[in-house]
């Protein structure tokens, strides 16, 4: 069983230009979960799907932001105008729907904004 | 709202020391997980372990324990004889089932280093 991948790895973008990150949560999970990680910080978590609907926001995902998960399977998180406050790493988990089963976490895309 | 504190920002030992890394949780829920990440310098978060509230037994695996204590609300991490790969960062974090969204509430993690 393959674990969750992310794609790219590194992204470097000039500020104002937009970025499309990807996640491919392990297969059968049906919750997908974005988090943001700053550093020297703990993630933050963004967003999260139960399948296709997406159930919850953070705050700290602004309007620029906006992620979606069509088919209930991979999902992308996309960001407007990028601001130099955007680079951080972000990370994807996906889990199965039991509880409050445990988040795998996949290597995270880690972004610089310049 | 849930509240996760490392009050250890980074430790560093000597090989084949033992270590314990603190954490210190808040949450209004009756019912509420808690769990430790691994985050080497590769970046991936590595889950440890995973405990409810219920559950107050104390865990080993190898050289890894973990101490629950509801009375302190903490959730201590303990490795034994440790080896240079066990140098990472490590989170810990909760997560309530009852209020707010199925979200793991990370603390600032620690750094470990261990040194040959």
């Known amino acids: 069983d393959t674990g969750v991948s992310q794609d790219p790895r590194h992204k470097i973008t000039k500020r104002g230009q937009n970025v499309t990150f990807r996640c491919d949560p392990i297969s059968e999970h049906n919750r997908l979960y974005w988090y943001r990680q700053t550093l020297g910080q703990g993630p933050e978590f963004l967003t999260y799907f139960q399948n296709e609907a997406q159930l919850e926001k953070s705050r700290l995902l602004s309007d620029r932001f906006s992620a979606e998960r069509p088919k209930g399977s991979f999902s992308t998180l996309e960001i407007q105008r990028t601001e130099q406050g955007d680079s951080a790493m972000y990370l994807c988990?996906?889990?199965?729907?039991?509880?409050?089963?445990?988040?795998?976490f996949g290597p995270g895309t880690r972004l610089t904004v310049l | 709202a849930q509240k996760v504190t490392q009050a250890q920002t980074e430790i560093s030992v000597v090989e084949k020391e033992d270590v314990t890394l603190d954490c210190v949780y808040e949450t209004r829920d009756t019912t509420y997980y808690l769990f430790w990440y691994k985050q080497p310098p590769s970046g991936e978060l590595v889950f440890l372990i995973r405990?409810?509230?219920?559950?107050?037994q104390n865990e080993i695996s190898g050289r890894y324990s973990w101490n629950f204590q509801k009375s302190t609300s903490s959730f201590n991490f303990t490795i034994t004889a440790s080896q240079v790969v066990d140098s990472a960062v490590y989170f810990c974090a909760s997560e309530g089932i009852i209020q707010g969204a199925q979200k793991l509430v990370f603390g600032q993690g620690t750094r470990l280093t261990i040194n040959p």
């Open positions: 988990a996906s889990s199965l729907t039991v509880g409050a089963d445990t988040q795998y």
């Open positions: 405990r409810n509230s219920f559950d107050e």
